[in-house]
């Protein structure tokens, strides 16, 4: 059993990685603490792919000194997977960022119960 986790060690971080993420967006009320919990376990996933695309022992996928043999090589869909992950994550950062500026400039507190109680009083006063 540890002789294995010991050879699978990157998938065990990202596991881990993930499940810090994950316990991180579960548990806290604040939402700078959530968007940090979802950029952990976006780390653990593009760890996880980028594991999983590596194959020792073989070379990016440019064809060098004429060998054209695919077991040459390794896949690059798992890399153009993470590459595209890491721009969506930065997008969906940026935007939550934003909507987070907004709510605490409505409400003056990130405590998501504390939002939805004034949320209620707001729409019961009109």
Do not use: C, W
């Not at 979802?38 to 760890?47: A, E, P, Q, R, S």
């Not at 060098?64 to 043999?69: K, L």
Request: net charge neutral; charged share 15%; no cysteine.
């Amino acid at each position: 059993m540890l002789s294995t986790l010991l050879i699978n060690y990157e998938e065990a971080v990202a596991i881990i990685l993930f499940g810090i993420g994950f316990t991180m967006l579960l548990f806290h009320r604040n939402l700078i603490k959530k968007l940090i919990g979802m950029n952990i376990m976006d780390t653990g996933v593009f760890l996880f792919l980028a594991s999983m695309g590596y194959i020792s022992g073989r070379k990016a996928p440019i064809i060098t000194d004429g060998v054209q043999e695919l077991s040459a090589y390794i896949n690059p869909v798992p890399a153009g997977l993470v590459l595209t992950g890491i721009v969506v994550s930065v997008s969906v950062t940026a935007v939550t960022l934003s909507l987070t500026i907004r709510l605490y400039k409505r409400y003056h507190t990130l405590n998501l119960d504390d939002i939805y109680m004034l949320s209620r009083h707001e729409t019961e006063d009109r």
